[in-house]
């Protein structure tokens, strides 16, 4: 068995829903775990009005008894507060003529957004049927799933943080970080999630230049896993690879287009002397390395480094200044009117990014250190810690 999770829920519906299974027995679990998180994923300069409408936080509906998980399965619940302004838009129940009246069809898709080829493939004519599950509010489960699976992680000494590298073409300046509560505490001060506090201004500003050209911004976010032990993932077979399927958690963020492991794509011009990264041994450590080039993993399992992951995120493609597209109805083409949306969400996906990678690790914790029971684990993930040590 595995520890796995489905998320529900449209982005103007009533709640988004994800149901964990496979979470193991007696790990301490509270709402403020995981709202702490939703309250870091709304942050962050070039949110949209939507995020003033919305305060997220979570209800537990099942799983948990006395803060202590069960081993059944969870049942998490977001709220749409926005939900009150769509009832009618967004019923459950048959068109009648005066919802028909307000109801806001979708028949202008935007580039870069699931519209068009979210409706050809489902044959909805109103491409709000799209859109409304197409949308990034559904990672605000995510967001929650990863926070359980974070809470689950700090019990084995595991740390996950996420920041800002890059918005815009505005880089952070280079730095090995190699003190996660540091990192933590300066994006956490930061406005765009960056720890580099000379560039935050001026990717502000970036942000705020695409706003006033009704345009949009992406960029790099870096999740780094300290505490995890070596050997998570395997190299036996290619769907144990830990590394690849962080890669697909990360690609699975709504606006993803990479990712990278360590120096990345940069390995492409480097020579092998200045990749690999050296191993040492000493009493006190056991093995370790003299570099951390490869981001934490070789043959798809884990080095006992930091786990170092990053993924580019291309701009919103909602934008105030339209650009070319095609209304389904007329075939005529048109001009976007848009209502609302974020100029850049980076800073947002970060955090997602932290909740997926979590997740992805927890999981192959899980498989691998044993299933039904938080002290079984703990004990087998020092056991594997000690065998390192020794071996
Ligand atoms: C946190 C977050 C917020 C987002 N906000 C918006 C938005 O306001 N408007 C928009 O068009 N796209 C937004 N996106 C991106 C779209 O959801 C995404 O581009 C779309 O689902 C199409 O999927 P794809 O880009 O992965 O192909 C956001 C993404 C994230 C992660
Ligand atoms: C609601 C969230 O993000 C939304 C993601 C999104 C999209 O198209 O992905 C479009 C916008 O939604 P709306 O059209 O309601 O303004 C964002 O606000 C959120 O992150 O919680």
Not at 117 to 131: E, F, P, Q, S, T
């Amino acid at each position: 068995m595995t520890m796995r999770y489905l998320t529900a829920g449209e982005s103007h519906g009533p709640q988004l829903t994800t149901i964990l299974e496979g979470v193991p027995a007696g790990l301490t679990l509270t709402v403020e775990d995981i709202n702490e998180d939703l309250a870091r994923r709304q942050k962050g300069h070039g949110r949209g009005r939507r995020m003033q409408i919305e305060k997220d936080t979570v209800d537990i509906l099942s799983g948990v008894r006395h803060g202590q998980t069960l081993g059944s399965p969870i049942t998490l619940a977001v709220t749409n507060d926005d939900w009150k302004h769509w009832t009618n838009i967004m019923g459950i129940e048959p068109l009648t003529k005066e919802v028909e009246e307000v109801k806001r069809k979708v028949t202008k898709p935007r580039p870069g957004h699931a519209d068009l080829n979210g409706a050809i493939k489902y044959g909805h004519r109103d491409m709000r049927n799209v859109l409304e599950r197409s949308s990034a509010r559904e990672t605000t489960v995510r967001v929650v799933a990863g926070a359980v699976a974070r809470k689950f992680l700090s019990e084995l000494g595991i740390q996950v943080a996420g920041h800002v590298t890059e918005i815009g073409g505005i880089k952070a300046g280079l730095q090995v970080i190699d003190d996660l509560q540091d990192l933590k505490a300066k994006t956490e001060a930061s406005p765009v999630r960056c720890y580099d506090k000379n560039v935050e201004q001026e990717m502000m500003d970036a942000i705020d230049t695409a706003k006033k050209n009704g345009d949009s911004i992406g960029g790099i976010v870096e999740v780094i896993v300290e505490g995890v032990p070596v050997g998570v993932g395997s190299y036996v077979h290619y769907d144990r690879k830990l590394d690849a399927k962080l890669a697909a958690a990360i690609m699975s963020i709504n606006a993803f287009k990479g990712v990278e492991f360590g120096v990345g794509f940069e390995a492409a011009s480097l020579p092998g002397s200045m990749v690999h990264d050296e191993i040492a041994w000493d009493e006190e450590r056991g093995y370790y390395r003299l570099s951390n080039n490869l981001g934490g993993f070789e043959g798809g399992m884990t080095t006992g480094m930091p786990i170092v992951v990053r993924g580019v995120m291309k701009p919103i493609p909602t934008l105030y200044k339209p650009l070319q597209s095609v209304d389904i109805d007329t075939k005529e083409p048109f001009q976007a009117s848009i209502e609302r949306s974020d100029s850049c969400a980076v800073p947002a996906a970060s955090v997602v990014a932290e909740a997926v990678v979590a997740f992805e690790i927890a999981k192959a914790i899980v498989e691998q250190f044993g299933q039904d029971r938080m002290d079984v684990i703990k004990g087998n993930v020092q056991r594997m810690r000690d065998h390192a040590a020794k071996f």
